[in-house]
C-alpha cells in the first residue's frame, strides 16, 4: 500500500530527526520540483528557494490571520498549516497549496460566514448538503489563498468504517488567536489516515510523520494513539505507514505494531474503492449513508448537477 519513500525523503527523514543541524544533511540533491527542495533549501544552499517558500507561507498565513481573528469559535489547524509551525525547522519548509481546518459540525455555518464577511469567496455545496453530514469540506479563496474547512477527515463521512478520537478536540495545542493545533497523538493519526485515502504518497508526508513520532515519543502518548488507531477500524493500513516510518528512523514502539497487526480489519476493501474514484458520490458512500441522509444524498446530487457544480475534489494536497 504504502510506496517505498525516495533516497532524498530517506536522507531528509534522517536530518530532521536528528535535530536539522546546518551541514548534517548527507543525502542527494532534490531535483527542482521535488516536494522536500524548499525544506533543504538552506543544506543545498539555494537562497531563491528559500525565500520564496518562506514569503509564500508568510502570504498564506498573514491572509488568514485577519478572519481567524475575527471567528465566534476556535478552529483547529490540520496536516500542514499546523506542522510548518510546530515541527519543522522553518515554516517555508514545509510546502502546501493550502490551510486545512478542522471545524465542528455545529460551528461550521459560523466560521464559513466571518469568512465571507472577511471578503473571501465560500464555494459552499449547500447548506443541507453540509449540515446533514453528506459531504464534510467546503472551500474558502481569497488572494490566491485556499483554506479548506474540515467537519471530518472524510469527505464522505459515511464511508469511514470507524471512529475517529473522542478527544479529537480536547488538549489542543494554542497556535493563536481561535487557531488550536491537535494534541500529537490525534495530530498523528490524522496525518496518516490523510496519507492511506490518497492514491500518491507526497513525500513530505513522510517528514510529517516522522517528525510527529518524535513528538509522541517525547510526550510517552503512544499508548492513546494505538486505541484511537484500532477505533478506526483501519489498523492494517495505518500500520504499514508506521513501520515504514520506522524504517525511516522515526520512534515507532514495537508494541503498537504489535497491537495494530492484532486489530488488522476488512475494511481495505472500502478504503480502496474510496482511493479508486475519490471524492466521486460513490455507491460506497450510498451504501453506509442511513435513514434520511440516504434520501438526502438523491437531493444533494441533483443539486449539483442543476448548478452545475462538481463534488470532484483535487489532487493529492495538504
Given at each position: 500500500?504504502?510506496?517505498?519513500?525516495?533516497?532524498?525523503t530517506?536522507?531528509?527523514?534522517?536530518?530532521l530527526?536528528a535535530?536539522?543541524?546546518?551541514?548534517?544533511?548527507?543525502?542527494?540533491?532534490?531535483?527542482?520540483?521535488?516536494?522536500?527542495t524548499?525544506?533543504?533549501?538552506r543544506e543545498?544552499?539555494?537562497?531563491?528557494?528559500?525565500?520564496?517558500?518562506?514569503?509564500k507561507?508568510?502570504h498564506?498565513?498573514?491572509?488568514?490571520?485577519?478572519?481567524?481573528?475575527?471567528?465566534?469559535h476556535?478552529v483547529?489547524?490540520?496536516k500542514?498549516?499546523?506542522?510548518?509551525?510546530?515541527?519543522?525547522?522553518?515554516p517555508?519548509?514545509?510546502p502546501?497549496?493550502?490551510?486545512?481546518?478542522?471545524v465542528?459540525?455545529?460551528h461550521?455555518?459560523s466560521?464559513?460566514?466571518?469568512?465571507?464577511?472577511?471578503?473571501w469567496?465560500?464555494m459552499?455545496?449547500?447548506?443541507?448538503?453540509?449540515?446533514?453530514?453528506?459531504v464534510?469540506?467546503?472551500?474558502?479563496?481569497k488572494?490566491?489563498?485556499?483554506?479548506e474547512?474540515?467537519?471530518h477527515?472524510?469527505?464522505?463521512?459515511?464511508t469511514?468504517?470507524g471512529?475517529?478520537?473522542?478527544?479529537?478536540t480536547?488538549?489542543?495545542?494554542p497556535?493563536?488567536?481561535?487557531?488550536?493545533?491537535?494534541?500529537?497523538?490525534n495530530?498523528?493519526?490524522?496525518?496518516?489516515?490523510h496519507?492511506?485515502?490518497?492514491t500518491?504518497i507526497?513525500?513530505?508526508?513522510w517528514?510529517?510523520?516522522?517528525?510527529?513520532?518524535?513528538?509522541?515519543?517525547?510526550?510517552g502518548?503512544?499508548?492513546?494513539f494505538?486505541?484511537?488507531?484500532?477505533?478506526t477500524?483501519?489498523?492494517?493500513?495505518?500500520?504499514?505507514v508506521?513501520?515504514?516510518?520506522?524504517?525511516?528512523?522515526a520512534?515507532?514502539p514495537k508494541?503498537?505494531?504489535?497491537?495494530?497487526?492484532e486489530?488488522?480489519?476488512?475494511?481495505?476493501?472500502?478504503?480502496?474503492?474510496?482511493?479508486?474514484?475519490?471524492g466521486?458520490?460513490?455507491?460506497?458512500?450510498?451504501?453506509?449513508?442511513?435513514?434520511?441522509k440516504?434520501?438526502?444524498w438523491?437531493?444533494?446530487?441533483?443539486?449539483l448537477?442543476?448548478?452545475?457544480?462538481?463534488?470532484?475534489?483535487?489532487?493529492p494536497?495538504?
Amino acid at each position: 500500500m504504502t510506496a517505498t519513500p525516495d533516497p532524498i525523503t530517506k536522507a531528509a527523514c534522517r536530518w530532521l530527526l536528528a535535530g536539522a543541524g546546518p551541514g548534517r544533511y548527507d543525502g542527494p540533491d532534490p531535483a527542482p520540483g521535488h516536494d522536500l527542495t524548499s525544506l533543504l533549501s538552506r543544506e543545498r544552499g539555494n537562497r531563491d528557494e528559500r525565500l520564496t517558500s518562506s514569503a509564500k507561507w508568510f502570504h498564506l498565513e498573514q491572509t488568514l490571520k485577519p478572519v481567524l481573528k475575527s471567528l465566534d469559535h476556535e478552529v483547529w489547524a490540520i496536516k500542514g498549516f499546523d506542522l510548518a509551525r510546530s515541527v519543522y525547522p522553518f515554516p517555508g519548509g514545509r510546502p502546501m497549496s493550502d490551510a486545512d481546518l478542522l471545524v465542528k459540525p455545529e460551528h461550521l455555518r459560523s466560521v464559513a460566514d466571518t469568512f465571507t464577511k472577511m471578503g473571501w469567496q465560500v464555494m459552499d455545496s449547500g447548506d443541507g448538503i453540509m449540515s446533514s453530514g453528506i459531504v464534510s469540506e467546503t472551500k474558502a479563496i481569497k488572494n490566491g489563498v485556499m483554506a479548506e474547512l474540515h467537519t471530518h477527515i472524510f469527505y464522505f463521512p459515511a464511508t469511514f468504517p470507524g471512529r475517529l478520537p473522542e478527544d479529537l478536540t480536547q488538549n489542543g495545542r494554542p497556535l493563536e488567536r481561535n487557531l488550536m493545533g491537535l494534541a500529537w497523538h490525534n495530530a498523528l493519526l490524522i496525518v496518516i489516515l490523510h496519507m492511506i485515502t490518497n492514491t500518491a504518497i507526497r513525500p513530505v508526508w513522510w517528514a510529517d510523520v516522522c517528525l510527529l513520532a518524535r513528538k509522541m515519543e517525547e510526550q510517552g502518548t503512544w499508548r492513546e494513539f494505538t486505541n484511537s488507531a484500532l477505533k478506526t477500524r483501519l489498523s492494517n493500513p495505518i500500520n504499514e505507514v508506521l513501520k515504514t516510518a520506522a524504517a525511516l528512523g522515526a520512534p515507532v514502539p514495537k508494541r503498537t505494531t504489535d497491537l495494530l497487526n492484532e486489530g488488522n480489519t476488512r475494511a481495505e476493501a472500502l478504503l480502496t474503492a474510496i482511493k479508486a474514484r475519490r471524492g466521486l458520490p460513490t455507491l460506497q458512500n450510498l451504501r453506509h449513508l442511513q435513514g434520511w441522509k440516504r434520501i438526502s444524498w438523491f437531493h444533494a446530487m441533483l443539486w449539483l448537477a442543476l448548478t452545475r457544480q462538481s463534488p470532484l475534489r483535487g489532487q493529492p494536497k495538504g
